[in-house]
């Protein structure tokens, strides 16, 4: 299982395991990891799973696009060039290892 | 009787019923912590069952809300197929006795109710037949999942949101698709004129047929299975598959039976109080005062009110401070189209057009007494997250200068 590395908004470290196929926001909620609200679970609509994906993990996540990019414009926190949606970076085990850091506002 | 049981017990294991667990336990509370619900399966999520779920792009796993080994962290005891068929009070107390359909006796000390909504049953003859499907829980999401490879022709009845996103997901496959709605527009006790236009096109756009203003009054069969659809004016579709998402009735007969006020749902002060103020209410299951015009009784049935209101119940049973109210909002994805909706339309005197619907991209903002009450916001991301800012401050955006597309909305939000 690829784990994920999540620093919450309290500056704890989480390691997780993921399913392959499961989105990084549903392996943080569903292990109880706090800081990402994901109001609508997944669909895109919220603005409330937002990340950083850490410098070295950005190739392999790739950047935000079209409806995520403009979602992320207007979410409660500093928007970076390294600023995902959680609930869109699927786990392969190419992303095994990922650092995120969760956004200190949601 | 074990008195190790006492705590708070919560009837409903859905969205609101998690939520209800889960701030008792964030606000530090250490006595035990019981969900009992219905079903089979842990909290999951709903909206995903007219969605991706039935689109096969995800499965019963991604629907749970959390991990199995989160509930014993957290020391909630989460009981399933756990149905409560009665409550009995204790005199002077707010404690009692709960009893489940299989026998069992839980005692508690507090009381929330997060009973949530079942489907309206299609009252015509045939509504049985095989074929027939209502789409609220994973059993009913599993079988009209299995049906799909089969069906080629799809009737929808209703034109609300649900059935709008399996008419999507069975158009999306290939099968032949007809959405049946009595009043003459879809979406009608929810949206404005221009968005049920919308949708009307966008979906016969993609190859689906819409026919409004007609009324089921039958469901043909043969050997069991559903063979057709009969229309008051004596047309008959046929179907293989019919699926019917004509609303909901809120969850009341434990309610009922606690003697509380209900209407047409548990009825709920602003802090999730039912007219018992020991016992809390929270989710589909209850009717509460309008955000913006108290006077007004209004159910809704939405994820962040589920989830909204959870956390207000929690607070309301620990006697804590009341959290701050978030504004309501709602999302549709619908093939390729997104609709976002921040706040509340119901009750709109005006409303604004910003861009083209022909271009799948616009929003309609909707105002009362000249003040900003919500927007439906399609394929617009910046569109719905100004709104939903500016509902957020109790600001507004001038109705006068909204439509001009050249201009971003979260540049014209006045504080009032
Ligand atoms: C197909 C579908 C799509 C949807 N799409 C969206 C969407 O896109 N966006 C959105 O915001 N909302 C959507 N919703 C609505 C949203 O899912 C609901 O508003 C939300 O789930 C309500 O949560 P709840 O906990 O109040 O009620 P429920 O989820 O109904 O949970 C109540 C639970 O209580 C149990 N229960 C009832 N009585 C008892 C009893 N006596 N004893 C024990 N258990 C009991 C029930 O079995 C049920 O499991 C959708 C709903 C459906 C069905
Ligand atoms: S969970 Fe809502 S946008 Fe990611």
């Known amino acids: 299982m690829p784990k994920i590395i999540l620093r919450s908004p309290d500056g704890n470290l989480h390691t997780v395991d993921a399913r392959v196929g499961a989105s990084v926001m549903e392996t943080a909620v569903k292990h ?27 190739e392999r996540t790739g950047t935000a696009e079209d409806f995520e990019d403009e979602m992320l414009d207007d979410a409660a926190a500093e928007r970076r060039p390294n600023s995902r949606l959680s609930c869109q970076i699927r786990m392969s085990d190419e992303l095994d290892g990922l650092e995120v850091e969760i956004a200190p506002e949601q | 009787m074990d008195t190790a049981e006492t705590g708070t017990l919560i009837i409903g294991a859905g969205e609101a019923g998690l939520g209800i667990a889960v701030a008792l336990r964030n606000a530090g509370y250490t006595a035990p912590v019981t969900i009992s619900g219905s079903e089979a399966d842990a909290p999951y999520q709903r909206p995903p069952l007219s969605k991706e779920f039935l689109a096969g792009e995800m499965d019963e796993e991604n629907l749970l809300l959390r991990a199995n080994n989160f509930y014993q962290d957290k020391e909630i005891r989460l009981l399933t197929n756990a149905h409560i068929e009665d409550i009995v009070l204790d005199d002077n107390a707010a404690g009692g006795t709960a009893t489940t359909s299989s026998g069992t006796e839980i005692r508690f000390d507090r009381l929330a109710l997060a009973t949530g909504a079942s489907p309206r049953r299609l ?42 996103e399996a008419a999507a997901v069975a ?6 698709v007809t959405v049946v709605e009595t009043f003459e527009r879809l979406l009608q006790r929810v949206a404005a004129p221009p968005i049920s236009e919308f949708f009307r096109a966008a979906h016969e756009k993609r190859g689906a047929r819409v026919l409004l203003g007609a009324s089921v009054t039958a469901l043909q069969g043969s050997a069991g299975s559903v063979t057709g659809v009969e229309l008051s004016d004596g047309t008959v579709l046929p179907a293989d598959l019919v699926i019917i998402g004509i609303g909901v009735e809120p969850r009341i007969e434990l309610a009922q039976k606690l003697g509380l006020d209900c209407g047409r749902g548990i009825i709920v002060d602003d802090a999730a109080r039912t007219s018992n103020p020991a016992i809390v209410a929270a989710g589909d299951c209850t009717m509460q005062p309008h955000p913006l015009y108290p006077g007004e009784l209004i159910c809704l049935e939405s994820v962040q009110n589920a989830a909204d209101q959870a956390k207000v119940a929690a607070a309301s049973l620990l006697d804590g401070p009341r959290p701050e109210r978030a504004v309501p909002w709602f999302w549709s994805n619908q093939a ?8 509340l339309s119901a009750g709109f005197d005006d409303y604004v057009i910003r861009g083209e619907p022909g271009s799948e991209q616009f929003t309609v903002l909707y105002y009362r007494g000249g003040r900003l009450i919500a927007a439906d916001a399609v394929n617009s991301p910046h569109d719905f997250m100004a709104v939903k800012r500016a509902l957020g401050k109790g600001a507004t955006i001038d109705p006068a200068d909204a439509a001009n597309v050249g201009v971003q909305l979260k540049t014209l939000i006045r504080e009032t």
């Not at chain 1, 609200?37 to 609509?45: D, R, Y």
């Not at chain 1, 409330?48 to 994906?53: A, D, I, L, N, Q």
């Not at chain 2, 027939?132 to 089969?150: F, N, S, T």
């Open chain 2, 171 to 176: 158009r999306t496959r290939g099968l032949e």
């Open chain 1, 32 to 58: 109880g990891v706090p800081g990402i609200v994901a109001e609508c679970g997944g669909a895109l609509s919220c603005a409330t799973c937002h990340v950083y994906v850490s410098g070295s993990c950005l």
């Open chain 2, 336 to 343: 390729d189209i997104r609709l976002q909706i921040a706040g």
């Open chain 2, 123 to 164: 009252p015509v003859p045939g509504a049985d037949l095989d074929g027939v499907c209502y789409l609220r829980d994973i059993p009913d999401a599993r079988r009209l999942r299995g049906l799909l490879p089969e069906a080629r022709r799809v009737v929808v009845v209703g034109g609300g949101y649900i059935g709008l």
